[in-house]
């Protein structure tokens, strides 16, 4: 191609620019929707070619492919989340109220601080404390009771997101290896290094869902049933709670177990607090650390400190969703620099 013919195309290219941002632009709503249906469909299309292979009817066997995930994901899913839900409302009932059961018990709980000796030493005004802990609690539950809010109010937000995510993961499942193929042709990378970077995007998915999903289950429901027991408000809701906070590596849920053991000794309920301390540091804190090597292995070929940065700013950043994008912006990151490494030996070769 000429100077000219350059200079002449310049216009299309920038129109080509232009265009493509706004196509992006455009895709931005439904950025969350896309990105679990790439995941989604990474991680069962081992399952997909299996089916198509003995079948060999690509609508078939994504039908067949989407009642499986139905099965393993939804069902359980909706049930959880109905029951989560109805829970979630009882704790907005409690919370909503600065007379509330759960107000009453932190304002008793403040007082009992106050009148220990040891904090006596302190010297601290006791109407003082009691000022700004009834502060701290009420923008505690007004953040509590805004977020149970948004969703009761969006449930048919989430519905739409759901039904964009499914009908995107069906054309995924079916087409995904023509899109790669389109990728190639867009991408300036050659056919195998897209396909490592893929590779990579999908074992860090996996591997990330693999670990919350069994330690954060495991968890969560020992987590729940020893709350239960304890006769602590909501445990329900804590459990599941739970399982989100197992995705932040070394710290873990042990930030929901640990306060509520502290918070029940220093009311006065001493052994639901020593029992819900004891099980969290010798049962719910071992599982993550004998599970979560085996579980991981050598699958995502990233330093503990990476996965814990990119874990926690992924969740700062993208949501709840950041806990498996972080760690997948991360490990493309590392992948690109082997890359940019091997082309830079191959050059001076």
């Given at each position: 191609m000429t100077g000219?013919?350059?200079?002449r195309n310049i216009p299309l290219f920038a129109?080509?620019?232009?265009?493509?941002i706004l196509f992006f632009y455009l895709l931005m709503p439904f950025f969350f929707p896309i990105f679990w249906a790439a995941v989604i469909a990474g991680v069962f299309r081992p399952l997909y070619k299996r089916i198509n292979d003995k079948l060999n009817r690509p609508n078939l066997s994504t039908t067949i492919l989407f009642l499986i995930i139905a099965l393993i994901i939804l069902l359980p899913a909706g049930?959880?989340?109905?029951?989560?839900?109805?829970?979630?409302l009882r704790l907005y009932t409690t919370l909503a109220s600065d007379t509330g059961p759960m107000n009453q018990k932190f304002l008793h709980l403040l007082e009992k601080i106050s009148d220990n000796s040891l904090f006596m030493l302190f010297n601290i005004d006791e109407a003082v404390l009691i000022s700004k802990g009834t502060e701290v609690v009420r923008g505690i539950t007004s953040y509590i009771v805004d977020h149970l809010k948004d969703l009761t109010q969006n449930t048919l937000g989430l519905l739409v997101q759901f039904a964009i995510m499914f009908y995107?993961?069906?054309?995924?499942?079916?087409?995904?290896?023509?899109?790669?193929?389109?990728?190639?042709?867009?991408?300036?990378?050659?056919?195998?290094?897209?396909?490592?970077?893929?590779?990579?995007?999908?074992?860090?998915?996996?591997?990330?869902?693999?670990?919350?999903?069994?330690?954060?289950?495991?968890?969560?429901?020992?987590?729940?049933?020893?709350?239960?027991?304890?006769?602590?408000?909501?445990?329900?809701?804590?459990?599941?709670?739970?399982?989100?906070?197992?995705?932040?590596?070394?710290?873990?849920?042990?930030?929901?177990?640990?306060?509520?053991?502290?918070?029940?000794?220093?009311?006065?309920?001493?052994?639901?607090?020593?029992?819900?301390?004891?099980?969290?540091?010798?049962?719910?804190?071992t599982i993550d650390n004998l599970l979560r090597p085996i579980l991981i292995g050598k699958d995502v070929e990233l330093h503990s400190l990476l996965i814990f940065l990119s874990t926690l700013g992924g969740?700062?950043?993208?949501?709840?969703?950041?806990?498996?994008?972080?760690?997948?912006?991360?490990?493309?990151?590392?992948?690109?620099?082997?890359?940019?490494?091997?082309?830079?030996?191959?050059?001076?070769?």
């Amino acid at each position: 191609m000429t100077g000219n013919d350059k200079d002449r195309n310049i216009p299309l290219f920038a129109i080509l620019g232009l265009v493509t941002i706004l196509f992006f632009y455009l895709l931005m709503p439904f950025f969350f929707p896309i990105f679990w249906a790439a995941v989604i469909a990474g991680v069962f299309r081992p399952l997909y070619k299996r089916i198509n292979d003995k079948l060999n009817r690509p609508n078939l066997s994504t039908t067949i492919l989407f009642l499986i995930i139905a099965l393993i994901i939804l069902l359980p899913a909706g049930l959880i989340g109905m029951l989560a839900f109805n829970e979630s409302l009882r704790l907005y009932t409690t919370l909503a109220s600065d007379t509330g059961p759960m107000n009453q018990k932190f304002l008793h709980l403040l007082e009992k601080i106050s009148d220990n000796s040891l904090f006596m030493l302190f010297n601290i005004d006791e109407a003082v404390l009691i000022s700004k802990g009834t502060e701290v609690v009420r923008g505690i539950t007004s953040y509590i009771v805004d977020h149970l809010k948004d969703l009761t109010q969006n449930t048919l937000g989430l519905l739409v997101q759901f039904a964009i995510m499914f009908y995107t993961l069906f054309y995924f499942v079916r087409d995904g290896e023509r899109f790669l193929r389109m990728a190639g042709k867009v991408i300036p990378l050659e056919a195998g290094q897209i396909k490592f970077l893929f590779e990579r995007f999908i074992v860090t998915a996996h591997s990330t869902l693999k670990v919350t999903l069994i330690i954060g289950g495991i968890q969560g429901t020992l987590g729940g049933i020893v709350f239960f027991a304890t006769d602590v408000e909501g445990a329900l809701v804590w459990g599941l709670l739970m399982i989100l906070a197992s995705i932040v590596p070394a710290v873990g849920c042990s930030i929901i177990w640990a306060p509520a053991g502290i918070i029940m000794v220093l009311t006065g309920h001493i052994w639901e607090g020593v029992l819900i301390l004891a099980f969290g540091f010798l049962v719910i804190s071992t599982i993550d650390n004998l599970l979560r090597p085996i579980l991981i292995g050598k699958d995502v070929e990233l330093h503990s400190l990476l996965i814990f940065l990119s874990t926690l700013g992924g969740i700062v950043i993208f949501g709840v969703s950041g806990f498996v994008i972080g760690p997948v912006i991360t490990s493309l990151l590392v992948a690109l620099w082997e890359m940019y490494e091997e082309f830079y030996r191959r050059g001076e070769t």
